[in-house]
């Protein structure tokens, strides 16, 4: 049977949310905030939480930035349930797509539920799922839960450079989730691969790019 384009990008979105949540809810309940793990030298679980934007970046109101995702993932569902039935655009620009709204919605779930669903504890207690005496923020105010951190390498900066001089560069210092990694690499390989499809030159509607490949 062949697979369409609308089955694939459902597919997609539910694997990355699936993955996505499971590694969340194993994280809350198993680490206590700060607790980091060494996997390798350059891999850790590093359990943190923000209330931001991905890799942790906080910009305004969290009632106005979640009701702004909400927002872009229903606009992007939108476009993406019409491009779908084109067969002119490319199964990896669905993909994509499908990768950056599935990692929208993930910490989405985070900030409207995990507020309701989990408790609070001090350190070193971790969190319990459902807890007896409720959970620790109102709906749309939940913490988003990020675990992945990659210090590949680190050098210092020399003496004689401005400001940073004498200075350590540490890379890769963000801590981030699945969420924030489906949607980082569904835009590079958005724009590297995929950038004409994204430029107002592409009219999806148009006559002449209504055209399948057999006309």
Not at 113 to 126: K, Q, R, S
Request: hydrophobic share 45%.
């Amino acid at each position: 049977m062949k697979i369409t384009k609308g089955y694939l990008s459902v597919a997609i979105v539910l694997v990355i949310l699936l993955i996505d949540q499971i590694t969340k809810i194993w994280v809350k309940t198993h680490f206590y905030i700060g607790e980091s793990v060494e996997i390798t030298p350059w891999f850790f679980i590093h359990f943190i939480e923000n209330n931001g934007m991905a890799f942790g970046m906080e910009i305004g109101s969290k009632y106005i930035l979640t009701a702004f995702r909400i927002a872009v993932v229903a606009g992007l569902t939108w476009y993406l349930s019409k491009t779908c039935r084109r067969d002119d655009i490319p199964t990896g620009y669905i993909i994509c797509l499908s990768a950056i709204i599935a990692g929208a919605a993930g910490n989405i779930i985070d900030c409207m539920f995990y507020g309701l669903i989990f408790n609070n504890p001090y350190p070193p207690e971790v969190a319990t799922l459902f807890p007896g005496d409720g959970g620790y923020a109102p709906i749309m105010l939940g913490r988003v839960v990020d675990m992945l951190y990659f210090p590949l390498f680190s050098f210092d900066w020399p003496q004689w450079i401005p400001i940073i001089g004498g200075k350590n560069f540490l890379f890769f210092q963000p801590v981030f989730n699945i969420a924030d990694a489906a949607i980082s690499i569904g835009m590079v390989a958005l724009v590297i691969f995929y950038s004409k499809y994204l430029g107002s030159h592409y009219q999806p509607d148009s006559p002449e790019n209504q055209k399948t490949p057999e006309q």
